[in-house]
């Protein structure tokens, strides 16, 4: 399985949590969100087509925890991590597993002085 690395903004659906916590134990917690990659686009022919490729990232531990209070609907976020290609009902999912997160704010975030930040952990 190979390492990727991809740039896109948080994808959700409207109305939920950009990133779904899921706490497993009393210590381990499991952070799960989309990211869409509008640079890598299967079968473009023109500028119109530009779908791009979603990939489902999932970060664990701390790092889940800080994704959830970071991370919104439509901020700008690097992932790096494992990457898991799956097939079901005759679709490929791609997934991000083991993930490292590079945060990017906007102009408009109270933390704008910093251009990015990653979490580590």
Request: hydrophobic share 35%; net charge neutral.
């Amino acid at each position: 399985m190979a390492n990727i690395s991809i740039s896109g903004t948080i994808a959700c659906k409207e109305g939920t949590e950009a990133v779904q916590l899921k706490k497993v134990g009393n210590d381990l917690s499991i952070g799960t969100f989309s990211v869409l990659d509008k640079e890598w686009v299967p079968g473009k022919k023109d500028d119109t087509q530009k779908v791009g490729q979603f990939y489902r990232v999932e970060v664990v531990g701390k790092s889940a925890e800080i994704a959830a209070d970071r991370l919104n609907r439509g901020d700008a976020v690097t992932v790096h991590g494992q990457l898991v290609q799956s097939e079901y009902n005759g679709k490929t999912y791609y997934t991000v597993k083991n993930s490292r997160l590079t945060y990017f704010y906007s102009g408009s975030n109270e933390q704008a002085g910093s251009k990015a930040a990653e979490a580590v952990f």
